[in-house]
């Protein structure tokens, strides 16, 4: 079973930035789509932003041009580099892997956006 584990929440104010990392073990990092995703109180778990096995990434629109999300293979970790941060962005935020039928999640981190 893949592990991963979430670093770097925090509290912040309003404008500031976070980088948060996700160290993965037990997987072939490689061949995994990763992606970022976060929970608000009372909301349904969103799509952040992803990042497949070549690169390619997506963001959800209302992060874009804000947040980047980025991965090394040789370190099995992938980041979320957050700036201009909101108080919306507030959220539990969760790395996730995906192969195929093969879907994991961390712990998740907490990221607070103070106003």
């Known amino acids: 079973q893949p592990q991963l584990v979430e670093s770097g929440g925090g509290l912040v104010q309003a404008g500031g930035s976070l980088r948060l990392s996700c160290a993965a073990s037990r997987i072939i990092f490689s061949a995994y789509t990763m992606g970022w995703y976060r929970q608000a109180p009372g909301k349904q778990r969103e799509l952040v932003a992803t990042?497949?096995?070549?690169?390619?990434?997506n963001y959800a629109e209302s992060v874009k041009g804000r947040f980047t999300i980025s991965r090394d293979n040789a370190k099995n970790t992938v980041w979320l580099q957050m700036n201009s941060l909101k108080p919306e962005d507030t959220a539990v935020y969760y790395c996730?892997?995906?192969?195929?039928?093969?879907?994991?999640w961390g712990q998740g981190t907490q990221v607070t956006v103070s106003s």
């Open positions: 990042i497949t096995t070549g690169g390619r990434t």
């Open positions: 996730n892997a995906y192969f195929g039928s093969l879907d994991s």
